[in-house]
């Protein structure tokens, strides 16, 4: 069943807080969707990642679906896994919206800063140069209204950062940063991102723009309060269960056993993952398959979080650093 | 004269790939006679992972893909489970196929619908809209009632594998990244309603692919007989095999084996080498077995074009995937293998129809009907009263090998462990396989072969390019070489330019 672009925006109703959007780009957004159908324009780009974040939406139920949302509500004007165009094709269409303004500009994959930026390059240039996700967000940055910077590796470096970070990889707000540019990025952390993380947002932002909400609150490292508010220790149904997990796959608490739920920031233990339908809740968690929450969604994962387990003797010490390593 | 096709990006795929291709004229026809295509994104897991708690492994070499997160899950666990002499419960190897399995038909169904077929459909008037425009329309595409039925298909084909990742999430904790994989088993319990609940979700994906997704791949074939001869590649198929049905490595729904040189024969894991000579990696560990592999990248290294390797076994090029685990199958004589293949190619086929680019979306098609098919029976044999995890000690000093498949083709993970800890540890993708460069005896990887004698109609709308490429269902950064003896260089360069 398909929701009308009423009911989601209303979805996001609970929204309250102060995002920043640019005035300039405002203006150019609303009339893009007056003129579009309504649906604002995304681009959509990769940098180093796995594209689970990608899949991840595609899993979209719980707001609407990602039919819904490609057909009616966005127009993704660039996405490398899903657009029928490829090559110079592709790229047209990009730099067409870059210089048409007004879009939302959605970054998935962390970005190599290392060896000038060529540990990832993602199209060629009229003049057969490569352009690497370094280049690409420089000049996709300026025109945007909004940054979404969707999954770890994108807000953080995530696991493409991992030590020893063979190729200086940053996540988007580093990297902007790192080139001397002001724009603010909305965080949508999760290794990978849940996807109504992602398309709540999205709808918080439809919403500011149809001027029918409130922007979304972040929190200290950019996150929507909203999604990323509570610990996920505190809304554990296991401390409602009132026993402690001895191993793997036994009913209770696991926090001895390496869980970050105490540091992890989330709403997975209400939202839960892989929903069947709208407005329910999904079939299951980490925790929820007795495994140790490994805080993905942090910014100092995975380094920070890891080793993920905590089993005494079974992992052969336990002297582990911060970094998990000897 | 020559010209050259550059298509950078080349897109749904994932990952980042760029090929550059050659056409000239070869007896009439305007062919691919000469390419190169390069893999443009590197990240050194094997590097990060070095030091590390080799039960994280599983975890973290999950997120080296987010399409096929589960074989990587697999893999490691199998890796490790080799190293620490784990024996696994029924329970755990079951539920872990259970999550492979669903996650199987999310990727072969997301690949045909989303990935693959916009390469064959004229989406004019059916679907008019950003992302699906700008577009290549070329006069061979299937166009009308076919195209918006095909279409129709394709968005509820976006639902279909939605609820396979559900089903999966049911034992997988959740989807992407399962965190119920770890070596010993599986941390997700086995309870009744569950098991009810990923049953019902299956007869829905079974239907799906016998009434939709099969019809709608021989529909594309029946529109596109010449690709029954296109793509052919190098004809050697090797497949490491899946689905244990017990704990002895030896009995898979999908067989370990190869087919080298025209005859089947087994697979001997110490037979594969990687070379190095074209890619980004310093050239000491050329020709190495990954058991004793090295990642130490070189940027600039000469003549190197890829960021992949280039994994050969006994020195032969091969090719990984659904078309090499089908095909295996029917050599071994898997009575359910042939029926499959026989209900497509009739009796006593030849199967030498099947090393094309139709013949790779028909095995993978028919493989994912074996699947969701044995997967019921899966079910039956889970025990509620049993475990499906059992703990087991990190040794000091241990070295293991995982050997499974991901949805498009063999993935191999090997480990040492010194002083508890990681000390090397070594992955070969399926791409790599697929879309390797040139090896240090200059022999080409499979996709650079299938792609040389690709007929292209208009070098403005290259789509043949495309279908070839798309068939092997590459994933991860991957990179092509490939040269026709005898070819001059190209003389004139022209882009690819938006037709619409």
């Known amino acids: 069943m398909k929701i009308t672009r009423r009911d989601f925006l209303k979805a996001s109703a609970a929204i309250t807080g102060a995002l920043t959007l640019k005035a300039s780009g405002l203006m150019q957004l ?61 790229v047209e269409a990009a730099e067409d919206a870059r210089d048409a303004g007004g879009y939302v500009l959605v970054i998935e994959g962390a970005v190599p800063l290392g060896e000038n930026g060529h540990y990832c390059h993602v199209w060629e240039d009229e003049g057969g140069n490569p352009v690497t ?53 909305i965080n949508i952390p999760g290794c990978p991102a849940h996807p109504d993380w992602i398309v709540g947002t999205v709808a918080a932002l439809l919403a500011v723009l149809a001027g029918e909400g409130e922007m979304p609150e972040l929190d ?31 009913a209770g608490c696991l926090a001895g056993l390496g869980c970050r739920g105490q540091q992890t920031h989330a709403d997975c233990p209400i939202r839960q993952w892989n929903s069947a339908a709208q407005s329910e809740m999904g079939v299951n968690w980490c925790v929820g398959s007795r495994n140790p929450c490994q805080g993905c969604t942090e910014p100092d994962f995975p380094d920070g979080m890891s080793p993920f387990y905590n089993l005494g003797g079974r992992t052969g010490d336990k002297q582990h650093n911060r970094n998990g390593k000897v | 004269m020559a010209s050259i096709i550059k298509i950078d990006p080349l897109t749904r795929i994932e990952g980042h790939l760029a090929i550059k291709a050659t056409v000239d004229d070869v007896d009439g026809e305007q062919q691919v006679v000469d390419a190169r295509s390069s893999g443009t994104m590197f990240r050194g897991f094997e590097m990060i992972l070095k030091g590390r708690d080799p039960l994280d492994a599983p975890h973290y070499t999950q997120r080296i893909c987010g399409v096929c997160p589960i074989s990587h899950g697999m893999a490691s666990c199998l890796n490790l489970e080799s190293a620490l002499g784990a024996d696994v419960p029924a329970n755990g190897r079951i539920l872990r196929n259970l999550v492979l399995g669903a996650n199987f038909l999310m990727s072969h169904v997301l690949h045909f619908y989303h990935l693959a077929a916009l390469d064959f459909i004229n989406t004019s008037g059916v679907i008019d809209i950003a992302p699906w425009v700008p577009r290549y329309v070329t006069g061979d595409m299937v166009a009308g009632s076919t195209a918006s039925a095909l279409v129709g298909h394709y968005v509820q084909a976006l639902a279909i594998r939605r609820k396979a990742h559900q089903m999966a999430a049911i034992f997988g904790g959740k989807l992407p990244c399962a965190p119920s994989f770890v070596p010993g088993g599986c941390t997700e319990v086995v309870a009744q309603d569950k098991i009810d609940n990923f049953r019902e979700l299956l007869a829905e994906q079974r239907t799906f692919i016998d009434e939709t997704y099969i019809p709608d791949v021989l529909t594309v074939a029946g529109a596109f007989p010449a690709y029954f001869s296109i793509g052919v590649g190098c004809g050697n198929l090797l497949a490491y095999g899946v689905f244990d049905m017990d704990n002895s490595d030896e009995n898979k729904l999908l067989y ?126 889970l025990d509620v009263n049993a475990p499906a995890y059992v703990e087991s000690d990190i040794p000091k000093t241990a070295s293991g090998i995982g050997l499974t498949e991901a949805p498009r083709g063999a993935l191999g993970h090997w480990i040492d462990i010194s002083n508890h800890r990681i000390d090397r540890y070594q992955v070969i993708t399926p791409t790599n396989w697929n879309a390797s460069p040139k090896d240090d005896l200059e022999q080409m990887g499979p996709i650079e072969q299938a792609l040389v004698g690709t007929p292209v109609t208009d070098i403005g709308q290259p789509v043949e390019i495309l ?20 070819k001059t260089e190209p003389e004139m360069v022209v882009y690819t330019r938006p037709s619409i």
């Open chain 2, 467 to 486: 279908r070839v490429v798309h068939s092997f269902d590459p994933c991860l950064a991957c990179s092509v070489h490939m040269v026709r003896p005898g």
């Open chain 2, 256 to 381: 370990r084996g190869r087919y080298t040189d025209g005859d089947a024969a087994e697979v001997d894991p110490e037979k594969i080498m990687e070379y190095l000579k074209y890619s980004r990696y310093d050239d000491a560990g050329s020709g190495l077995n990954p058991a004793d592999g090295v990642t130490q990248p070189q940027l600039n290294k000469e003549n190197a074009y890829s960021w992949l390797k280039a994994p050969r076994y006994n020195n032969i090029v091969h090719e990984v995937g659904p078309l090499a685990r089908m095909a295996v199958n029917y050599l071994s004589n898997d009575p359910t293998t042939i029926g499959l293949i026989e209900s497509v190619l009739g009796a006593n086929p030849d199967i030498s129809v099947l090393f094309s680019v139709l013949g790779r979306h028909a095995a993978r098609a028919l493989e994912a009907k074996l699947v969701v098919d044995a997967m019921e029976g899966w079910l039956d044999e």
């Open chain 1, 220 to 250: 200290e490292y950019g996150r929507p309060k909203d999604f990323y508010g509570s610990c996920v220790h505190d809304k554990c149904p296991n401390r409602a269960f009132g026993r402690t997990a001895r191993t793997l796959g036994e």
């Open chain 1, 30 to 90: 609303q009339q893009a969707m007056a003129g579009g159908g309504g649906a604002p324009p995304v681009i959509w780009l990769q940098g180093q990642g796995c594209t689970g974040c990608s899949v991840s939406l595609l899993n979209s139920v719980y707001y609407t679906t990602i039919d819904d949302l490609l057909i009616n509500k966005l127009d993704v004007k660039y996405h490398p896994t899903v657009m029928a165009a490829a090559g110079e094709m592709a």
């Open chain 1, 133 to 185: 996700m370094q280049q690409a967000v420089q000049t996709f940055a300026p025109n945007a209204i909004a940054i979404l910077a969707i999954g770890t590796c994108a807000c953080y470096g995530g696991m493409s950062a991992g030590e020893p970070n063979p190729t200086e990889a940053m996540g988007v707000d580093d990297t902007l940063a790192y080139l001397g540019l002001e724009a603010t990025v």
